[in-house]
């Protein structure tokens, strides 16, 4: 399964920058970026560098200087890849930086394909694949809270949380296993009450781990969250107010906000994405019908509503129809326009919605902070520091631990059954396996190209 040959890649933005990066990995890799450097300093090879350090000269495509460069040689197994690496240091124009990868090509090596780089260290068993995983992750991290979610899961921590759960599952397919083949000295009397208690405790452990999913998902793609309210409400003023410029169309005339449109913002920490509606309205025009409905159906899949009532105007039917919709969401009322004269009653509201109420100018910006510090309290409890948690926050983990805890359902199911005991390695074994799975044993090559090729290039 582990190539030999040597890959290279572009390991910088494909775009004009100060420095580029071409990143080459494999056994050949430092005989192969030799041959087209000459170190300024005479005498001196690539080569013969010990790993971690560089020389400064120039890459020749014969007699022809490309670039001036630095080389990097980092030797096997003290390298990303786990294999020998150069990385040629040399001006960030994509011109150059593409003539030096067709020339590397050229002298032996081969054009890496998206994330081969991360693959070879998940080969070299350097990482495993939570922590491949976590390297594209954080790549693509949208917010500081994303990054930071990755760097935990990199460090291995989603992995050693995962292996003393499977360690504990194994103790006990063991111990069973030995029982069977030797009941002379180990005994299975009275051993399904501890095993119960021990796969209810695991169960319980897998299950707080699942519970970090939906928080898990907003750190990643943002808090989902939809504003709602009448016509001329102020939508597209608060939307820019959060977005701090003038990008959705603010007009006078009611029921102009027609089409969705979605925004990622980072709000002092919390990564919102906003997904900007027609109001709710009960309207005959056909377009704005479909905003409407619209707006019904992204309110279904939202994790936060943030509903604008104008303050200078009296509650009316369409108040009514939302507020009908608000139940059992995660909701905070906004009342609008407090520059104006105000005609709606704060205390009523609060009381028949039960959601947090802050008042504010989508204008002036008036209260727009007290919204920061609700918004805040209402998610990641309340508490934005994201120390060592762990987070789930991949698909294919989430459902990884769904079927663990299905698995481990059965053991305990079999135990009330009184099944014997050879019945319950089997879903024993599964529990482990599917824990397994997660870490990327018994990976398919499928499933394995599938992960990698979402990769960048270079990584
Ligand atoms: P939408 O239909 O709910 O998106 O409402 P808009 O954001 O387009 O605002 C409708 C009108 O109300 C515009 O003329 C805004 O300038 C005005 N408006 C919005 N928020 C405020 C506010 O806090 N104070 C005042 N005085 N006017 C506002």
Redesign the pocket.
Known sequence: MFQKDTIAAIATGMTNAGIGIIRVSGAESIQIVDSIFHAKQAGKTLVDLPGYSALFGNICDGDCVLDEAICLVMRAPNSYTTEDVVEIQCHGGIVMLRRILELVIRSGARAAEPGEFTKRAFLGGRIDITQAESVMDMIHAKNELAARSSATQLQGKLSEKIKALRAMILNHIAYIESALDDPENYSLEGYSEELKLQVEETINQVKALLSTAEEGKMIKEGIRTV?L????????????QLLGEER?????V????RDTLEEDVVIQGIPLKII?TA?IHDTVDIVEKIGVDKAKNSMEEADLILY?V?G?RPLDDDDMQIMSLLKDRKVITII?????EQVVDKEWITSKLHTSVVE?????G?GVQDLYECLKNLFFHGKLTMNDEVYITNLRHKQGLMETIESLQRVLDSIEQQMPEDFLTIDLMAAYEQLGYILGESLGDDLANEIFSKFCMGK
């Open positions: 504003i309210g009448k016509p001329n409400a102020g939508k597209s003023s608060l939307l820019n959705a169309i603010v007009t006078e009611a029921g102009t906000t900007d109001g604008v104008d200078a609008n326009k407090i520059d104006m504010i100018s989508a204008k002036t008036d």
